[in-house]
């Protein structure tokens, strides 16, 4: 059985940072291809990061500069490392596993970014 667990969301302060984690199992993990999405209330899921499988990662022009994400194979674990948060990153961060027709997701972490 696969299993995506996103964590390390919270509440800080804007200009703060925070760091994600997304772990995967029942997986061979090197094989997939992990992104990172955010939905805020009332908005549609955005596309943050993806990971590759030749740990490049890709951003949206969001947070380019902000965040910055790396892949560990061997611990099937991916990082997003997030700094100078806005209000506008809170959201509920989600991790998202796939290849060909296979597609995972996590339940999400939620980023609150407050005075």
């Known amino acids: 059985q696969v299993q995506v667990v996103e964590s390390g969301g919270g509440l800080v302060q804007p200009g703060g940072s925070l760091r994600l984690s997304c772990a995967a199992s029942?997986?061979?993990?090197?094989?997939?291809?992990l992104d990172w999405y955010r939905q805020a209330p009332g908005k549609q899921r955005e596309f943050i990061a993806s990971h590759t499988l030749g740990n490049y990662t890709n951003y949206a022009d969001s947070v380019k500069g902000r965040f910055t994400g790396s892949r560990d194979n061997a611990k099937n674990t991916v990082i997003l490392q997030m700094n100078s948060l806005k209000p506008e990153d809170a959201a509920v961060y989600y991790c998202n596993v796939w290849r060909d027709s296979e597609d995972y997701w996590g339940q999400g972490t939620q980023v609150t970014v407050s005075p």
């Open positions: 029942g997986i061979i993990f090197e094989n997939y291809v």
